[in-house]
């Protein structure tokens, strides 16, 4: 099995800076391919139990279709990703008003958040990966501080895992979450409804209306208990309240976790393929979305229509609206620390 780097031009930015593709192939059967806007990861090969290799996230067939609005496919998110209420907080005794872009409240890192900015993507040397640097200046989107990222994206030469390293530096006090969105599907087509998934987690975050926290609440006796290996399909039409808000799952889970390493996430599985997805990652939290809001109007990669339940994200993250929530664990930066977070994706055969 031979590990590969390869490129070709992706097109342009309106600006003129050139956008590259980048492919890390692993040898067997792992091939990750990304660009310079958002980081975005625009196809991800993965074998079934038969040795076939299928793109397991959704994309968009061409860096036009990218610059346009999209719901965020394959994009790092941030500077905070997921949402923030009423795009506001207050950070050692002054107010932040940040631009809204999601009704009344701001929405992984606002109009023009790191999924839609230009990222140097720089092959790491002896790895089999990518390391991917942006600036993002002090105010940007309404957010106070300089911040330096690298995001790097690792493939095992040894087996089929997909590892996001993340890294940033402030000179001001901030606050940032950061996480990736992928739509994964590991059939490669078709509906989600019929994988299943398994999250270690007792407590999720309900929301109001516009999908903000309102605490913690039990997952058990709901449709949010994935404790055990349940069908995504299962329940998601029940008429429970939390569903009906959000049009489906689009929840922060509290994962039941101790120390600071890796620890399991998430499972997700495709019976008829055997493709097995375990995400491992240091966050504390992970945001199952449905697709809830895909609605036909845009074409994928391969030409389909993308349409409600085409593909499902799991963000591993800090909560949502942290900044405003004392009880949940604080996502402040300062000048001096370093943001460090990893997810592991550990592809296999169920």
């Not at 106070?144 to 000179?171: C, F, H, K, M």
């Not at 429970?240 to 959000?246: F, K, P, T, V, Y």
């Not at 799952?249 to 890796?262: E, K, P």
């Not at 809001?293 to 229509?305: E, H, I, Q, R, T």
Request: proline fraction near 6%.
């Amino acid at each position: 099995m031979i590990e590969a780097l390869t490129s070709r031009p992706f097109g342009a930015m309106p600006d003129g800076r050139p956008v590259t593709e980048y492919t890390l192939d692993n040898g067997h059967g792992l091939r990750l391919s990304a660009i310079n806007l958002g980081g975005i990861v625009t196809a991800l090969h993965v074998p079934d139990r038969q040795g076939r290799s299928a793109n397991v996230v959704l994309g968009l067939p061409s860096l036009d279709d990218y610059l346009k609005p999209h719901p965020h496919f394959g994009t790092i998110v941030g500077r905070y990703a997921n949402r923030i209420a009423a795009g506001r907080f207050t950070l050692d005794g002054t107010a932040h008003q940040l631009g809204l872009n999601d009704g009344v409240n701001t929405l992984h890192g606002g109009a023009t958040g790191f999924g839609k900015r230009y990222w140097e993507i720089v092959p790491v040397p002896h790895e089999l990966a990518l390391e991917l640097r942006y600036i993002s200046a002090d105010g940007e989107e309404g957010y106070p501080g300089e911040v330096q990222l690298t995001v790097r994206y690792t493939l095992s030469a040894t087996a089929n895992t997909w590892r996001i390293d993340y890294r940033a530096t402030t000179d001001r006090p901030t606050v940032l979450n950061l996480s990736h969105h992928d739509y994964f599907n590991l059939a490669g087509s078709g509906s989600v409804m019929d994988h299943v998934l398994t999250l270690p987690a007792s407590r999720y975050c309900p929301v109001d209306a516009t999908l903000i926290p309102l605490g913690l609440g039990e997952v058990a006796g709901t449709p949010f208990d994935f404790r055990t290996p349940t069908r995504i399909g299962a329940r998601i039409r029940e008429g429970h309240e939390q569903l009906l808000r959000a049009h489906g799952y689009d929840h922060n889970w509290v994962l039941d976790r101790s120390g600071t390493g890796l620890a399991f996430a998430a499972r997700l599985a495709h019976e008829a393929s055997g493709r097995v997805m375990d995400v491992h990652t240091t966050e504390p939290g992970v945001q199952f979305y449905s697709g809830n809001f895909l609605d036909g109007s845009l074409l994928g990669s391969a030409g389909a229509s993308l349409r409600q339940g085409d593909g499902l994200c799991l963000e591993t993250q800090h909560f949502p609206d942290a900044p405003n929530q004392p009880a949940f664990a604080s996502t402040v930066l300062r000048p001096g620390e370093v943001f460090a977070s990893t997810t592991e994706h550990r592809f296999g055969i169920g």
